[in-house]
């Protein structure tokens, strides 16, 4: 079995602004230690896919930098346009299938942060064992509290696996869902946070795409047929034009029969906002999380990152300030979710636009 991995680094990473920003997004810059999120991900896998079998699948526009912070690689591969999950794995599954018929491919997306890699080294070692059964497997994580961020998938009975490393049938996906339905089903016991990361063979995603995408299987099929010859960028460029704007779970998993779920050992945050960076950084007396040249009074409960000049705080609680080069964020913990949506009315004022 030849094992690749696919990593996925699309994503604006908008609610990390101003730190994250077009040419910068969130997944390439350094917010925990002094590696970007895309080369930890990167040498997470070092163990089991060493740099030639390692594929990087990101927007033409993140060329330079996505070469800068990755590390090691075997392949990029670079999208002519965004267009979710689906077309970024369909993209490298026919790529794969090209030059290695028989791979299996490990998908992570670039921004998720695992520190216990012995622990996931060893659920992508039981997941693409249960690929080669013609399974299609993802990664669930045990909710710790009911939350109504992520997506949810609802396990059967064990199908292999022991100990606390168990892989389980998938009886359905869930939508985000409410407080009430996220108590539910973390009370049930038998729910799972949808990871976004996967195992499968190249040939059994590829004949998902053929059973419930037929259209844009038969354009990936064009492409494989292109891979190393003069044509394969105009192949590429059209399949692109066309292909739908789709994530890989609306794309297959949700409608396939032949899905396991790996039960997580690992921690597993996707870092989803500044509040993640509390989560992961240590706190003064007063649970402030403070990174770079920054002063406090009578503050409580703060996330203050300063990348350049010096943050003063006083008297304030609950707050996100950041400071990165031209721009500064002043924002209650609460609201941060709802950054993108400045951000939209940022691109409504021409003078603000540079800043995005």
Not at 54 to 82: T, W
Not at 300 to 315: M, Q, R
Request: charged residues 25%; glycine residues 8%; hydrophobic residues 40%.
């Amino acid at each position: 079995m030849k094992l690749y991995a696919v990593i996925l680094c699309g994503g604006r990473g908008e609610r990390f602004w101003p730190r994250s920003r077009r040419g910068m997004p969130k997944q390439f810059i350094k917010l925990f230690g002094d590696e970007s999120l895309t080369r930890r991900t990167s040498e997470r896998i070092d163990s089991l896919c060493p740099a030639k079998r390692k594929v990087f699948v990101a927007p033409a526009e993140f060329a330079n930098v996505i070469r800068d912070r990755s590390g090691k690689v075997g392949k990029f591969l670079f999208e002519p346009q965004g267009r979710n999950t689906g077309p970024a794995i369909g993209y490298a599954a026919a790529y794969l299938a090209a030059i290695e018929p028989d791979a299996t491919m490990v998908v992570l997306p670039a921004d998720h942060l695992i520190e216990r890699r012995r622990e996931f080294l060893s659920s992508v070692r039981l997941a693409a064992r249960l690929a080669q059964k013609g399974l299609l497997v993802t990664f669930g994580i045990p909710p710790s509290r009911p939350d109504t961020g992520y997506g949810y998938i609802q396990t059967g009975e064990k199908i292999a696996g022991r100990g606390r490393l168990t892989a389980h049938q998938v009886l359905g996906f869930h939508e985000k869902p409410n407080l009430a339905k996220a108590r539910r089903y973390l009370k049930a016991g038998n729910y799972l946070w949808n990871s976004g990361m996967f195992v499968w063979r190249v040939d059994t995603i590829l004949e998902g795409f053929g059973k419930f995408m037929p259209g844009f299987h038969r354009m990936l099929l064009r492409f494989k047929k292109a891979v190393g010859t003069r044509h394969e960028d105009s192949v590429l460029k059209a399949m692109y034009e066309h292909a739908p704007v789709i994530s890989i779970d609306y794309a297959v998993m949700e409608k396939a029969e032949n899905i396991a779920a790996v039960r997580a050992t690992f921690d597993w945050d996707d870092v989803g906002s500044w509040l993640a960076l509390a989560r992961h950084s240590r706190h003064d007396k007063n649970s402030n999380v403070l990174k770079g040249l920054c002063l406090t009074k009578d503050a409580k409960n703060c996330i203050v990152d300063s990348d350049e000049g010096i943050i003063a705080v006083l008297g304030v609680k609950d707050l996100v300030i950041v400071r990165s080069g031209d721009a500064v964020l002043v924002a209650h913990q609460d609201k941060v979710a709802e950054i993108k949506e400045l951000l939209k009315q940022a691109r409504r004022v021409p003078a603000a636009k540079r800043f995005l």
